[in-house]
Nanobody, 125 residues
Framework: QVQLVESGGGSVQAGGSLTLSCVAS????????MAWFRQAPGNRRQGVAHINRRNYTNLIASVEDRFTISRDNAKNTLYLQMNNLKPEDTATYYC???????????????????WGQGTQVTVSS
């Protein structure tokens, strides 16, 4: 049974940094497409960052100069490094995974088969 377990969330002031981690079990991060989504209260879940099997990454415009998505295959872990955090980044962040073709990129919520339980990020001004 695939499990994704996030950690690293917390409360920070604007301008601060956090690194989220997502440890996968029964799923090799090197074999799939992975992503970070976020959901703020009252909002829809939004894709923030994606990484494919060729390590191609794409991030939404509002975070692309502040966030970095990466993975450590040896640790079977996905990361999201978040710098210069802003209050509008406040949300629950979810790790997601799916098996995908070698060149596949991105994906919507419905494309991802496996989800973590979420980790809360709160940024105060």
């Amino acid at each position: 049974q695939v499990q994704l377990v996030e950690s690293g969330g917390g409360s920070v002031q604007a301008g601060g940094s956090l690194t989220l981690s997502c440890v996968a079990s029964e799923f090799r991060v090197s074999d799939g497409c992975m992503a970070w989504f976020r959901q703020a209260p009252g909002n829809r879940r939004q894709g923030v960052a994606h990484i494919n099997r060729r390590n191609y990454t794409n991030l939404i415009a509002s975070v692309e100069d502040r966030f970095t998505i990466s993975r450590d295959n040896a640790k079977n872990t996905l990361y999201l490094q978040m710098n210069n955090l802003k209050p509008e980044d406040t949300a629950t962040y979810y790790c997601a995974a799916r098996y995908c073709a070698l060149g596949s990129r991105g994906g919507t919520m419905n494309d991802y088969d496996f989800w973590g339980q979420g980790t809360q990020v709160t940024v105060s001004s």
